[in-house]
């Protein structure tokens, strides 16, 4: 237990790599970057945009808003598609069929190991904490754009909720 009396967990857990894991995490984290602020301005901003040339032509030149609408379609789709594969490509990288990837909390770090190495991160360099699915995204305060997506199944209830204690203590 810490000075506050919380209880502080100080085991390494595992998780043996499926082929389905990678999948299943990217899929977890492209719903959460789907679900945030920046995405949602997006598509908002996208059907505006396709709103107001509807309204304000003149003579609606159909080619032409043809043209724009399919051209946002893509937009809001592809941005998506690429970040999807992106993540995915990354969490096959770190954590292959078959490897086994390792996670340990304690008072002052968050540990994990793969494929790629091990990584230590101290609690007080975590910004903010969120669960979608079976992704725990860890985004890190000193490096703007460092996320960590990780499996949940790595974590406890109490590890996920001493990292999330951290990040709100920032």
Sequence with gaps: ??????????????????????RTVALAYLRWMLMRGPWLAIVVAALLLLGWTVLWSSTVRWGFLFFVALGLVVLVTAIPVVAYRATLRSLRVAYPEGTTIEARVTNELLRVSSALGASDVRLAAIHTVDVSGKALIVRLSHARGVTYVLPTALFTDSDIRALAEAAVRR
Excluded: F, H
């Design 1 to 22: 237990m810490d000075a506050a009396g919380r209880e502080t967990p100080d085991e390494t857990r595992t998780l043996t790599v499926d082929g389905t894991l990678p």
